[in-house]
């Protein structure tokens, strides 16, 4: 991929589409273990330089698989990984709503933040990430005491840029004034606009670069789900039950239709819409399969003209997708 963009007015280039891991752990449809490295390591072929991960995917696994990944390429990688979902079940946290049919517990409290950072170095075998976020803000922790404890991380040398995730706009300025943040992590696509309201300009006024989650909209908007298997991960999201699948697969149809018109894949012009939106945008979606890996990478060679840009809002305009979230 010859197309970079910069992570945030500070922050160092990386390829303009990412690679999200997370999907390598079964959450979305099985894969093996040499594939997902293979599939990562592919990435990095491509240019998708920007490697998310979690501390929480697979409960640790995942940090293990990309650690894996990149042994080899650390030059090429430039490796995002985050802390805050409490899985080992003796750390204590906060409980949060999500509206999937569970609470997540989240803790941002300074000291689980040390033992957090060594836990995620020692899993990837690296000496340092590029980029740390908090992957969900903790009620019970202002957000300044979390950010404090990440930037002693960063002062240690242990992490490059810290970023931030699911947090709300008036939470960013807040944390922003204890260390500069690089990146926003929030969900955003052509089936969950929210961010354009609020979310969107603050980052522009402090010049954080957003990285969308779920780009593909966990996959719907590739057009390819009809059905999900018993234990997939989707069927805890209101938009993939009952009724709001087959009702969002109708809604959206005009879309996927303008997809064909324009002869590039469903999956290529959600991502090349994003990109569209502004040069601070840098998508990381997830595949298990390498050819998708490419089909996605090339979505940042698409030039979608004035006239497409605004159908394509039209025809998915906020509000549209049946079925609240509140991850
Ligand atoms: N910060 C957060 O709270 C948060 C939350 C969720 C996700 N994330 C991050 O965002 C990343 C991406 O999100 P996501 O994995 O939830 O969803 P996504 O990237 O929107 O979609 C992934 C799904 O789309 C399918 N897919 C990908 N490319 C395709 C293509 N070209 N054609 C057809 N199908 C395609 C994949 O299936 P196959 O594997 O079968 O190709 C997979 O089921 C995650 O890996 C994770 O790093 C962060």
Redesign the pocket.
């Given at each position: 991929m010859k197309q970079h963009r910069n992570l945030g007015s500070e922050g160092p280039p990386v390829g303009a589409i990412g690679y999200?891991?997370?999907?390598l752990e079964g959450y979305?449809?099985t894969t093996d273990e040499d594939n997902a490295v293979e599939v990562i390591r592919y990435a990095l072929d491509e240019g998708c330089s920007l490697i998310?991960?979690?501390d929480a995917y697979g409960n640790g696994h995942n940090e293990q698989l990309v650690g894996r990944a990149a042994a080899n390429r650390r030059n090429e990688a430039f490796i995002a990984t985050?802390f805050g979902i409490v899985f080992d079940p003796d750390e204590t946290g906060t409980d949060v709503p999500t509206g999937w049919g569970f609470s997540l517990k989240i803790n941002g409290k300074p000291e689980y933040v040390q033992r957090a950072i060594e836990n995620s170095l020692d899993r990837l075998g690296m000496s340092h990430i590029d980029l740390w976020y908090a992957?969900y803000p903790d009620p019970a922790t202002p957000i300044e005491e979390t950010v404090a404890a990440m930037s002693e991380a960063v002062n240690q040398g242990k992490v490059r840029f810290l970023g931030l995730?699911?947090v709300t706009a008036e939470q960013i300025r807040r944390a922003h004034k204890v260390h500069p943040i690089a990146t926003v992590?929030y969900?955003y696509?052509l089936w969950r606009r929210e961010v354009e309201t609020e979310m969107l300009p603050t980052l522009r006024e402090l010049g954080i670069a957003l990285v969308p989650?779920?780009?593909?909209?966990?996959?719907f908007l590739?057009g390819?789900i009809d059905v999900l298997g018993a234990d997939d991960f989707r069927n805890n999201n209101p938009r993939y039950q009952g009724d709001n699948l087959a009702a969002n697969k109708q809604r959206f149809e005009p879309l996927m239709n303008l997809a064909e018109e324009l002869d590039i894949?469903a999956?290529q012009l959600s991502l090349a819409w994003l990109l569209h939106q502004g040069e601070d945008i840098i998508p990381?979606?997830?595949?298990?399969?390498r050819e998708?890996v490419t089909?996605?990478a090339k979505a940042a060679e698409i030039i979608l003209n004035p006239e497409t840009l605004e159908k394509i809002s039209e025809l998915a305009v906020p509000g549209l997708a049946q079925g609240q979230t509140l991850l």
């Open positions: 999200g891991a997370m999907g979305y449809g998310d991960t979690a985050k992957h995730s699911n992590q969900e696509s989650w779920s780009p593909l909209g966990g996959g590739t390819t894949t999956a990381i979606p997830g595949t298990r399969n998708r089909q996605n």
